[in-house]
Protein backbone atom coordinates (compact mmCIF):
# COMPACT_ATOMS: atom_id res chain seq x y z
CA UNK A 1 0.00 0.00 0.00
CA UNK A 2 1.51 3.41 -0.49
CA UNK A 3 4.37 1.90 -2.31
CA UNK A 4 5.80 0.90 0.87
CA UNK A 5 6.56 -2.85 0.84
CA UNK A 6 6.85 -5.99 3.67
CA UNK A 7 8.67 -9.06 2.95
CA UNK A 8 7.29 -11.85 4.54
CA UNK A 9 7.68 -15.38 5.49
CA UNK A 10 5.12 -18.11 5.88
CA UNK A 11 4.58 -22.11 5.58
CA UNK A 12 5.64 -25.16 7.24
CA UNK A 13 9.25 -23.96 8.50
CA UNK A 14 7.44 -21.77 11.11
CA UNK A 15 5.07 -24.30 12.06
CA UNK A 16 8.34 -26.86 12.87
CA UNK A 17 10.29 -23.57 14.09
CA UNK A 18 7.45 -23.82 17.30
CA UNK A 19 7.72 -27.11 18.03
CA UNK A 20 11.19 -26.61 18.26
CA UNK A 21 11.18 -23.76 20.21
CA UNK A 22 9.43 -25.56 22.91
CA UNK A 23 11.68 -28.03 23.03
CA UNK A 24 14.75 -26.13 23.96
CA UNK A 25 15.97 -24.85 26.50
CA UNK A 26 17.87 -21.33 27.04
CA UNK A 27 21.39 -21.28 25.76
CA UNK A 28 19.92 -23.96 23.08
CA UNK A 29 20.21 -24.10 19.32
CA UNK A 30 17.97 -26.68 18.22
CA UNK A 31 16.68 -28.34 14.53
CA UNK A 32 13.63 -29.81 13.36
CA UNK A 33 13.76 -32.92 11.68
CA UNK A 34 13.22 -31.78 8.41
CA UNK A 35 16.08 -29.06 8.96
CA UNK A 36 18.30 -31.71 10.40
CA UNK A 37 17.84 -33.36 7.23
CA UNK A 38 18.92 -30.88 4.76
CA UNK A 39 21.89 -29.49 7.38
CA UNK A 40 25.14 -29.76 5.64
CA UNK A 41 27.16 -27.72 7.61
CA UNK A 42 27.36 -29.51 11.12
CA UNK A 43 29.28 -32.48 11.06
CA UNK A 44 27.89 -34.17 14.96
CA UNK A 45 24.08 -33.93 16.22
CA UNK A 46 22.90 -34.34 19.77
CA UNK A 47 19.86 -36.80 19.25
CA UNK A 48 16.53 -35.36 21.52
CA UNK A 49 13.53 -37.65 22.49
CA UNK A 50 11.52 -34.48 21.53
CA UNK A 51 12.28 -35.18 18.07
CA UNK A 52 14.90 -32.17 17.50
CA UNK A 53 18.57 -31.73 16.98
CA UNK A 54 20.66 -30.05 18.80
CA UNK A 55 23.98 -29.07 17.03
CA UNK A 56 27.04 -29.95 18.29
CA UNK A 57 30.24 -26.99 18.28
CA UNK A 58 31.51 -25.97 15.37
CA UNK A 59 30.32 -26.21 12.05
CA UNK A 60 28.75 -22.64 11.54
CA UNK A 61 28.77 -20.63 8.67
CA UNK A 62 29.24 -17.03 7.41
CA UNK A 63 26.20 -15.78 5.13
CA UNK A 64 26.97 -13.98 1.77
CA UNK A 65 24.92 -11.65 0.01
CA UNK A 66 25.16 -10.21 -3.70
CA UNK A 67 25.43 -6.04 -3.97
CA UNK A 68 21.70 -4.70 -4.42
CA UNK A 69 20.15 -1.21 -5.67
CA UNK A 70 19.70 0.89 -3.19
CA UNK A 71 16.35 2.57 -4.75
CA UNK A 72 15.04 -0.82 -4.59
CA UNK A 73 15.83 -1.95 -0.81
CA UNK A 74 13.72 2.20 0.08
CA UNK A 75 10.18 0.81 -0.23
CA UNK A 76 10.79 -1.44 2.49
CA UNK A 77 12.52 0.98 4.64
CA UNK A 78 10.13 3.13 7.31
CA UNK A 79 9.65 6.88 6.47
CA UNK A 80 10.72 8.15 9.52
CA UNK A 81 14.15 6.58 9.29
CA UNK A 82 14.70 6.97 5.32
CA UNK A 83 14.50 10.91 6.20
CA UNK A 84 17.16 10.45 8.48
CA UNK A 85 19.28 8.50 6.71
CA UNK A 86 18.83 11.19 4.12
CA UNK A 87 19.60 13.66 5.96
CA UNK A 88 22.89 12.20 7.60
CA UNK A 89 21.37 12.20 11.12
CA UNK A 90 21.11 7.94 11.30
CA UNK A 91 23.84 8.29 14.41
CA UNK A 92 20.55 9.87 16.10
CA UNK A 93 17.80 7.52 15.58
CA UNK A 94 18.01 6.03 19.33
CA UNK A 95 15.69 7.71 21.68
CA UNK A 96 13.23 7.16 24.20
CA UNK A 97 9.62 8.63 23.40
CA UNK A 98 5.75 8.37 24.40
CA UNK A 99 4.04 5.91 22.11
CA UNK A 100 0.48 4.29 22.24
CA UNK A 101 1.23 0.88 20.25
CA UNK A 102 -1.08 -1.26 18.26
CA UNK A 103 -0.71 -5.04 18.56
CA UNK A 104 -2.60 -7.07 16.02
CA UNK A 105 -2.75 -11.11 15.67
CA UNK A 106 -3.95 -13.20 12.81
CA UNK A 107 -3.95 -16.62 14.37
CA UNK A 108 -3.16 -19.30 11.63
CA UNK A 109 -2.24 -22.52 11.81
CA UNK A 110 -2.71 -23.28 7.39
CA UNK A 111 -0.34 -21.97 5.62
CA UNK A 112 -2.28 -23.05 1.71
CA UNK A 113 -2.92 -21.15 -1.11
CA UNK A 114 -6.41 -19.49 -0.22
CA UNK A 115 -4.62 -18.26 3.56
CA UNK A 116 -1.33 -17.10 2.45
CA UNK A 117 -3.92 -14.57 -0.02
CA UNK A 118 -6.34 -13.57 2.40
CA UNK A 119 -2.86 -13.20 4.81
CA UNK A 120 -1.92 -11.19 2.28
CA UNK A 121 -4.76 -8.95 2.06
CA UNK A 122 -4.78 -8.48 5.91
CA UNK A 123 -0.95 -6.89 5.25
CA UNK A 124 -2.53 -4.14 2.85
CA UNK A 125 -5.69 -3.71 5.03
CA UNK A 126 -3.13 -3.08 7.89
CA UNK A 127 -1.40 -0.68 6.19
CA UNK A 128 -3.68 1.15 4.71
CA UNK A 129 -5.31 1.88 7.74
CA UNK A 130 -2.29 3.08 9.79
CA UNK A 131 -1.24 5.23 7.45
CA UNK A 132 -4.98 6.69 7.11
CA UNK A 133 -4.40 7.38 10.76
CA UNK A 134 -0.96 9.22 10.48
CA UNK A 135 0.74 5.99 12.23
CA UNK A 136 4.03 4.04 11.62
CA UNK A 137 3.81 0.22 10.43
CA UNK A 138 6.87 -0.96 12.31
CA UNK A 139 6.99 -4.57 11.98
CA UNK A 140 4.83 -7.19 10.30
CA UNK A 141 6.27 -10.41 10.81
CA UNK A 142 4.80 -14.27 10.81
CA UNK A 143 5.52 -16.47 13.51
CA UNK A 144 4.39 -20.32 14.72
CA UNK A 145 1.41 -18.27 16.46
CA UNK A 146 0.10 -16.36 13.26
CA UNK A 147 0.86 -12.76 11.95
CA UNK A 148 1.68 -10.33 13.67
CA UNK A 149 1.48 -6.51 13.28
CA UNK A 150 2.99 -4.01 15.15
CA UNK A 151 2.22 -0.62 14.49
CA UNK A 152 3.12 3.22 16.82
CA UNK A 153 1.96 6.76 17.40
CA UNK A 154 4.33 8.55 18.71
CA UNK A 155 7.63 7.81 17.33
CA UNK A 156 9.67 10.47 15.12
CA UNK A 157 7.34 11.46 12.39
CA UNK A 158 3.99 10.44 13.50
CA UNK A 159 3.37 12.56 16.24
CA UNK A 160 0.36 13.97 16.78
CA UNK A 161 -1.74 15.91 20.10
CA UNK A 162 -4.19 12.71 20.36
CA UNK A 163 -2.34 9.96 19.19
CA UNK A 164 -3.53 7.74 21.59
CA UNK A 165 -7.24 8.40 20.00
CA UNK A 166 -5.45 7.77 16.57
CA UNK A 167 -4.26 4.44 17.94
CA UNK A 168 -7.22 3.12 19.31
CA UNK A 169 -9.74 3.88 16.45
CA UNK A 170 -6.58 2.16 13.72
CA UNK A 171 -6.99 -0.62 16.00
CA UNK A 172 -10.84 -0.97 15.51
CA UNK A 173 -10.41 -0.28 11.70
CA UNK A 174 -8.09 -3.35 11.78
CA UNK A 175 -9.96 -5.34 13.71
CA UNK A 176 -12.98 -4.72 11.70
CA UNK A 177 -11.25 -4.96 7.82
CA UNK A 178 -9.10 -8.18 8.87
CA UNK A 179 -12.42 -9.53 10.53
CA UNK A 180 -14.56 -9.10 7.24
CA UNK A 181 -12.09 -11.44 5.55
CA UNK A 182 -13.38 -14.26 7.59
CA UNK A 183 -10.29 -14.56 9.77
CA UNK A 184 -10.04 -14.55 13.53
CA UNK A 185 -8.31 -11.08 14.95
CA UNK A 186 -7.04 -10.11 17.86
CA UNK A 187 -6.05 -6.24 18.54
CA UNK A 188 -4.32 -4.38 21.97
CA UNK A 189 -3.62 -0.77 22.37
CA UNK A 190 -1.10 0.24 24.99
CA UNK A 191 0.33 4.05 25.62
CA UNK A 192 3.46 4.99 27.95
CA UNK A 193 7.53 5.39 27.59
CA UNK A 194 9.27 3.01 24.57
CA UNK A 195 12.66 2.85 23.49
CA UNK A 196 13.46 3.70 19.46
CA UNK A 197 16.22 3.00 17.29
CA UNK A 198 18.77 0.85 15.32
CA UNK A 199 18.40 -2.59 16.23
CA UNK A 200 21.61 -4.46 15.41
CA UNK A 201 24.89 -3.90 13.69
CA UNK A 202 26.89 -1.60 10.93
CA UNK A 203 26.04 -4.39 8.28
CA UNK A 204 22.44 -5.18 9.02
CA UNK A 205 20.62 -3.66 11.15
CA UNK A 206 16.41 -2.63 11.76
CA UNK A 207 14.58 -0.07 13.19
CA UNK A 208 12.73 -1.22 16.36
CA UNK A 209 10.28 -0.29 18.92
CA UNK A 210 11.09 -2.04 22.37
CA UNK A 211 9.81 -1.52 26.02
CA UNK A 212 6.71 -2.46 28.18
CA UNK A 213 4.42 -0.89 26.96
CA UNK A 214 4.65 -3.06 23.57
CA UNK A 215 4.64 -5.84 25.53
CA UNK A 216 1.25 -4.76 27.63
CA UNK A 217 -0.01 -4.64 23.75
CA UNK A 218 0.82 -7.91 23.15
CA UNK A 219 -0.70 -9.23 25.83
CA UNK A 220 -3.90 -7.18 25.57
CA UNK A 221 -4.24 -8.44 22.04
CA UNK A 222 -3.46 -12.14 22.69
CA UNK A 223 -6.51 -11.74 25.81
CA UNK A 224 -9.12 -10.08 23.19
CA UNK A 225 -10.76 -12.56 21.21
CA UNK A 226 -13.97 -10.57 20.05
CA UNK A 227 -12.89 -6.92 20.06
CA UNK A 228 -9.51 -4.52 20.24
CA UNK A 229 -9.22 -3.36 23.99
CA UNK A 230 -6.62 -0.71 25.70
CA UNK A 231 -4.79 0.03 28.56
CA UNK A 232 -5.89 2.79 30.82
CA UNK A 233 -3.39 5.27 29.93
CA UNK A 234 -4.88 4.55 26.39
CA UNK A 235 -8.32 5.66 27.73
CA UNK A 236 -7.16 8.24 29.69
CA UNK A 237 -5.32 10.18 26.74
CA UNK A 238 -8.05 9.52 24.49
CA UNK A 239 -11.05 10.42 26.25
CA UNK A 240 -11.47 14.02 25.22
CA UNK A 241 -12.32 12.10 21.68
CA UNK A 242 -13.94 8.61 22.30
CA UNK A 243 -16.07 7.09 24.48
CA UNK A 244 -14.71 3.75 25.99
CA UNK A 245 -16.78 1.09 28.23
CA UNK A 246 -15.25 -0.34 31.08
CA UNK A 247 -14.45 -4.57 30.57
CA UNK A 248 -13.66 -7.14 33.35
CA UNK A 249 -9.91 -6.35 34.53
CA UNK A 250 -7.40 -8.74 32.29
CA UNK A 251 -4.66 -10.91 34.17
CA UNK A 252 -1.51 -10.15 31.80
CA UNK A 253 1.33 -13.05 31.98
Given at each position: ???????L?A????V???R??????A??V?L?????A???A??E?V?R??A????A????A???A????ET???????D???RR?????A?W?AE????????V?V??AS????????L?D???????????????????VM?????V??????V????H??D??R??Q???D?H??I?A???????GV?????????C??ER?????I??D???R??????????????D??T?????R??D???D?P??L?
Open positions: AENRWRFLGDPLQMGAKAACAGDVSPEATIQRATREPEVHELDGGTTPTDATDALRAYIAEVLVDAGQALFRRASIVFVPTFDAPTLRLRAVRLGQERVHALGGSLNQVDDTGLLLAAWGPDHTEDARAMAADVAAGLGLAVRAATGRVWCGAGNRARYAVGTVNAARIALASPTQARCDRREDAAWLFESELRK
